[in-house]
């Protein structure tokens, strides 16, 4: 640190083992005097998109990163002048070790894994703070930062980095015509319009952030698992009627109801009854670990790539719980708030293919979970029942699973269970 009473504030890992994460706006700058918990910048990390508050009050000295840049953990980014000395004074004795609050988890949890809800944040020697659990990072939607989204999506079309460039715009943010004069003078000759707009041949898009790290977690999850996947088709008119029903009940008033609800409720229920299917591979230690408990992850497409937050102990939650907590777990995602504490510590998951009009897939397990399974669409079709041909209401569910931890015996039993909960909802309060 340049003085006793300046502050280097470190890129913290604001999930579990995060390597690095993009600078995407600075809510502060050079000279600004700032408050404490006030925010000071927005990162997106593989896993989520964050605002990081500032452990102490005091005037901005220096951002020691551009926007658009992507940092390793561990790295100063801002340098704080404090407002007094002896607050500098205090931290010199400290532990050396600024923790922080990413995210709430459930009593169930909070027993399971002691101070599991905190991250070392911004650590040096010499410098540091317990944020307040007001600290708590509140994840934001992606403002401009150097560019606005059109330039942004002009420069990934046409590959540049805009790291590379020296914006001519307002508080030196980059134009499209700085964009347009970069490949020129770097390519050589002149771009066609065309070439610019949606007509162009070709666009190339930076791997970064979410679609790097979903990459990266499909390519490991497929190479180092070994998957088996079962497939069943399953009359559903019975849950379809008994949504109708509930969707009628004054309590269950705007709460969204759907055959995910009751899917998700029916996986609950059936891995405590095949306890294998909710397990992990603990290599290092070489043994399987068992988990008593679920926490459901809830795949959600979104514009950044494909997310999987989970609700922690699922399986402890009424049926109008769980489906309030998979709408705000699924809205959440859609709008760039995921908390990074709902990235981490998924069990099993749910993956709704249906919702695009397909019947069934493949799914690949997300790293460390045992299970996944995919809804396919809820359609009307002809089926026998009793003898008679009539319409109803089917759907196919897949199972995949991790053959090391699941055979097929256990995998087939649960997948079984899971469609008669589906074909006959009272099997849902039998088993509960």
């Known amino acids: 640190m340049a003085s006793n009473s300046a502050f280097e504030f470190l890129l913290p890992d604001v999930g579990e083992g995060l390597e690095d994460a993009e600078i995407v706006n600075w809510k502060v700058s050079v000279g600004q005097q700032i408050e404490v918990n006030q925010p000071l910048v927005e990162i997106e990390s593989a896993k989520s998109l964050v605002e990081l508050p500032s452990p102490y009050a005091g005037t901005v000295l220096e951002l020691l990163a551009k926007e658009g840049e992507v940092i390793r953990v561990g790295t100063p980014i801002i340098r704080i002048q404090l407002d007094t000395v002896e607050q500098a004074a205090d931290d010199k004795d400290a532990s050396g070790r600024t923790e922080f609050l990413v995210g709430s988890i459930s009593k169930g949890e909070e ?51 805009l790291n590379n460039l020296v914006g001519s715009g307002p508080q030196g943010s980059v134009t499209r015509e700085d964009v347009t004069a970069f490949v020129e003078k770097s390519r050589g000759g002149s771009i066609a319009t065309e070439a610019l707009g949606d007509g162009a041949r070709e666009s190339r898009t930076p791997i970064r952030g979410v679609r790097r790290a979903m990459a990266e977690a499909m390519v490991a999850s497929a190479f180092t698992a070994p998957h088996v996947t079962e ?73 950044r790539g494909l997310l999987v937050p989970n609700i922690k102990d699922a399986d402890q939650l ?40 397909i019947d069934t897939g493949t799914p690949i397990l997300p790293p460390g979970e045992s299970a996944i399974v995919a809804l396919g669409a809820v359609v009307q079709r002809p089926w026998v029942v009793d003898g008679q041909i009539m319409v109803r209401y089917v759907t196919t569910l897949a199972l995949s699973f991790d053959h090391r931890l699941v055979d097929g015996a256990q995998g087939s039993k649960f997948l079984a269970e899971v469609a008669l909960m589906m074909q006959e909802p009272a099997m849902l309060l039998a088993w509960a």
Not at 288 to 295: D, E, P, Q
Not at 327 to 351: F, H, K, L
């Open 111 to 161: 027993s399971r894994r002691q101070k599991s809800s905190t991250r070392n944040y911004g650590s040096k020697t010499g410098s540091t703070n317990l944020i307040t659990e007001n600290a708590r990072p509140v994840a934001t939607k992606i403002f401009g930062g150097l560019a606005t989204p059109p330039v942004r999506k002009l420069a990934r079309e046409l590959g540049v980095d």
């Open 231 to 303: 497939f069943i088709t399953v009359d559903v008119s019975a849950s379809m009627h008994l949504l109708d029903q509930l969707r009628a009940q004054p309590e269950y008033s705007g709460v969204r109801l759907s055959p995910l609800t009751l899917l998700a409720r029916a996986m609950c229920l059936a891995a405590h009854r095949t306890p294998a299917i909710n397990s992990f591979w603990d290599e290092a230690s070489q043994e399987i670990v068992t988990k008593h408990y679920v926490n459901l992850g809830i795949a959600a497409a979104t514009e």
């Open 318 to 357: 009424t049926l109008k719980q769980l489906a309030v907590s998979i709408s705000e777990i699924v809205d959440a995602a859609r709008a760039g708030r995921t908390e990074p504490a709902q990235m981490t510590g998924g069990t099993m998951s749910i993956t709704n293919i249906g919702v695009f009009g």
